[in-house]
C-alpha cells in the first residue's frame, strides 16, 4: 500500500471555479511535504513545500495546507485558468521521499 | 539556464537491444536520480547519486545500470529492455541529497520496448 494517497485520481472543473486537491500520508517520521505541478509532456515543478510547522502557504492562486495530527494536506486552486490543468504530485519526506500517485486536473472553458 | 537535460525524450526499441538515455544538469547538484512513471503507480525511484562515484539502488533497479564518473551527468543504461520497462523516465537532481531538498525534473524520455 502507497504511503501517500492522493485523491481524487482525476478532476474536471470548468475555468474560473476554485478545487481542492487531497494528500494523505501515513509517512513516519514526517520531515516535509512538497506538491508539484506536472505539464503534459514535462517534468514536474515544485510549487510549495510545506514543514511541520507550518499550517498554510500561499504561491499566487495555489494555497497548500498541513495537518500534521491527522497527517492530512491539501492544494486548493483559486479561480481556476486553463493553464492550471496538469497533474499534481504530492510528495511526502521522512527518511525517504515517498510520491503520490497524483491528481489529474482539467480545467474547461 | 538552469536545467536538467535528458535525451532522447522518445525512443523506440526492440527487446534486447542495449541503449542508454543521457542525463546532464548544469546547476553544480550533487545529488541525481532516475524516475519511472507509470498510469496509476506514481513515480517510482529508480537509482540515485549522491555524488560523482557513489551511487545506489532505488524501489525499482532491476534491469537497469546507471554510473556517475562526472558530477553533471547521470546516465541510464537498460542492457536487455523489455516490454515491461516500457514506461516514462524522468531525471532529477537537486543542490544536496535528495529527502526534502527541491528536486528539478528534466522533460522526460518515453520509452517503448517493442
Known amino acids: 500500500k502507497n504511503q501517500v494517497e ?5 478532476l474536471i472543473i470548468l475555468e474560473g471555479k476554485n478545487c481542492t486537491l487531497q494528500c494523505n500520508y501515513t509517512v513516519s517520521p514526517f520531515s516535509n511535504l512538497r506538491w508539484y505541478k506536472q505539464d503534459t509532456g514535462r517534468g514536474p515543478v515544485s510549487l510549495t513545500i510545506m514543514t511541520f510547522s507550518e499550517n498554510t502557504k500561499s504561491n499566487g492562486r495555489y494555497t497548500a495546507t498541513l495537518d500534521a495530527d491527522t497527517k492530512q494536506s491539501s492544494l486548493h486552486i483559486t479561480a481556476s485558468q486553463l493553464s492550471d490543468s496538469a497533474s499534481y504530485i504530492c510528495v511526502v519526506s521522512a527518511d ?3 510520491f503520490g500517485a497524483g491528481t489529474r486536473l482539467t480545467v474547461k472553458p | ?3 536538467v537535460t535528458q535525451n532522447p525524450r522518445y ?3 526492440v527487446t534486447g537491444k542495449k541503449l542508454t538515455v543521457t542525463c546532464s544538469q548544469n546547476m ?3 545529488y ?5 512513471q507509470d498510469p496509476g503507480l506514481g513515480l517510482r525511484q529508480i537509482y540515485y547519486s549522491m555524488n560523482v562515484e557513489v551511487t545506489d539502488k532505488g524501489d525499482v533497479p532491476e534491469g ?3 554510473s556517475r564518473k562526472e558530477k553533471r551527468n547521470f546516465p541510464l543504461i537498460l542492457e536487455s529492455p523489455s516490454p515491461n520497462q516500457t514506461s516514462l523516465y524522468f531525471c532529477a537532481s537537486s543542490f544536496r541529497q535528495g529527502i526534502g531538498e527541491k ?3 528534466g522533460s522526460g524520455t518515453q520509452l517503448s520496448v517493442l
Request: glycine fraction near 0%; charge should be neutral.
Open chain 2, 11 to 13: 525512443l523506440i526499441t
Open chain 2, 28 to 30: 553544480n547538484h550533487e
Open chain 2, 64 to 66: 537497469y545500470k546507471v
Open chain 2, 103 to 105: 528536486l528539478f525534473f
Open chain 1, 96 to 98: 525517504d521521499m515517498r
Open chain 1, 6 to 10: 492522493q485523491s481524487p485520481q482525476s
Open chain 2, 32 to 36: 541525481m536520480s532516475w524516475y519511472r
Open chain 2, 1 to 3: 539556464e538552469a536545467q
